[in-house]
């Protein structure tokens, strides 16, 4: 552990490697590339103290330093106990002067210290993924509350749990759900879960996916994005819902649905998506079958009832990395992953940076809207502007470099009247 004034690290020695990886992801974003170039340029976040908690890792590295371009003093501490990258956050540290709080494996006691010293800065504007700052200057640090202009929110999880404060009205500033932005949901929760997740148990288990059963549990968009993927991989995908819609979706994009109760006995590996807790539960883990394989890629590692499986168990031990054995008192064994902690960050390293590059485009715009609009904002959650929206698609679309068509004057006329028919 590397503690110094500012920051608390695993190692300062790891910031080489840390740097190249950083310098590799960035390689696919040019849309936070040239927000970065706008933002060093004219400095449109100059003296704003930001505090985000993030997964720590190359892509969040690459915003952090576009924020810190843009004139931001910034704070970073991890959304996760699991999911830090060590050396992005000791490169973050050394090479561009960063505080960083954030060790991969830090206990629950060291996770919320971390929280508190990115929010000992009195932070102007906080970035979350999963409210956890929003929650602790709400509970534990209010004094907080009087500098803070606004805040953002990266996931659904974390969108939901600040709706409910709105709606109860005890959010005491304004959020912008960067969550909602198309360019965030369209590609990040689908291909980025979707192919990230994969990587996640691929890395944990070596396991062969063709012909085995995978059981994706909720289908919205990270469902999707597994579902579609491991169909890809050659695996019988069940999906199990709670939502007739999605549900019927699932069925009609091919995939067969059915009740977790009828899931547990025909799985080979589980994985959660839903955002919600105890979709796996005791009920389940007796139906299934010996060697089964249960992991989680939704925010909170609560989606699967851990102690219900540590009760219904004999033993337990670490067979691989990320790979605890939970063995029945029915003679089967169980495999629980990372600690049922999101798969994709704890084994792997989330989602690639070609589609966290518009999910942090959409945080850097985020922060830059809030602190434009802040005399007008109220106490609630705001969706990102469609105007932004739009611009980070048109910047996505030049970097990969695709062009699209525009309509002609006959085509608009035509999309604006309503005379012409057949
Ligand atoms: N969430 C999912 N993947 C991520 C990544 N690569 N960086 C930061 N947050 C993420």
Request: aromatic letters at 2%; zero cysteines.
């Given at each position: 552990m590397t503690r110094g004034k500012g920051f608390d690290v695993k190692?300062?020695?790891?910031a080489r490697a840390g740097r190249d990886r950083i310098e590799w992801a960035k390689k696919e974003m040019p849309v936070l590339r040239s927000i970065g170039e706008r933002f060093a340029k004219k400095k449109p976040l100059k003296g704003l103290r930001i505090s985000a908690c993030l997964h720590v890792t190359t892509e969040t590295a690459a915003l952090m330093q576009v924020l810190a371009a843009g004139g931001a003093k910034v704070t970073l501490c991890a959304s996760?106990?699991?999911?830090?990258?060590d050396d992005a956050a000791a490169a973050l540290v050394k090479n561009d002067g960063i505080s960083v709080y954030a060790i991969k494996g830090e206990n629950r006691k060291t996770y919320y210290g971390h929280i508190l010293q990115a929010l000992s800065v009195k932070p102007h504007v906080t970035m979350d993924d999963g409210a956890d700052l929003v929650s602790v200057i709400h509970?534990?640090?209010?004094?907080?509350?009087?500098?803070?202009?606004g805040g953002t929110e990266e996931t659904t999880t974390g969108v939901i749990r600040l709706r409910a404060m709105a709606k109860k009205g005890v959010l005491r500033y304004p959020i912008v759900a960067?969550?909602?932005a198309k360019t965030k949901h369209f590609f990040d929760n689908r291909y980025g879960t979707g192919q990230s997740t994969l990587d996640g148990i691929l890395r944990a288990t070596n396991r062969l996916l063709a012909g085995s059963c995978f059981v994706v549990a909720g289908y919205g968009w990270c469902g999707r994005g597994l579902a579609m993927r491991a169909r890809g991989m050659g695996a019988r995908v069940l999906v199990t819902e709670v939502d007739p819609l999605p549900a019927l979706e699932a069925i009609m994009d091919g995939f067969e649905v059915a009740s977790m109760s009828e899931a547990a006995a025909k799985g080979d590996i589980f994985c959660t998506l839903t955002g919600?807790?105890?979709?796996?539960r005791g009920e389940h883990f007796r139906k299934m079958k010996d060697g089964a394989i249960v992991c989680n890629a939704g925010?909170?590692?609560?989606?699967?009832d851990i102690p219900a499986l540590a009760k219904l168990a004999r033993s337990v031990r670490t067979v691989r990395p990320f790979v605890e054995e939970y063995r029945m008192r029915n003679g089967r064994a169980i495999h629980l992953l990372a600690e049922g902690r999101l798969i994709n960050l704890s084994s792997a390293e989330g989602h690639p940076s070609t589609v966290m590059d518009m999910s942090f485009a959409n945080q850097a715009l985020g922060v830059e809207f809030l602190i434009k609009k802040k005399e007008t904002l109220d106490n609630v959650v705001y969706p990102i502007p469609d105007a932004i929206d739009r611009e980070i698609a048109r910047l996505k679309l030049a970097g990969i470099g695709a062009k699209i068509d525009t309509l002609t004057p006959e085509q608009k006329k035509y999309l604006a009247s309503w005379e012409m028919g057949t």
């Open positions: 190692e300062l020695r790891l996760n106990p699991l999911s830090t990258q509970t534990k640090r209010r004094e907080v509350l009087k500098g803070v202009v960067v969550n909602e919600n807790i105890h979709v796996l925010h909170f590692n609560v989606e699967i």
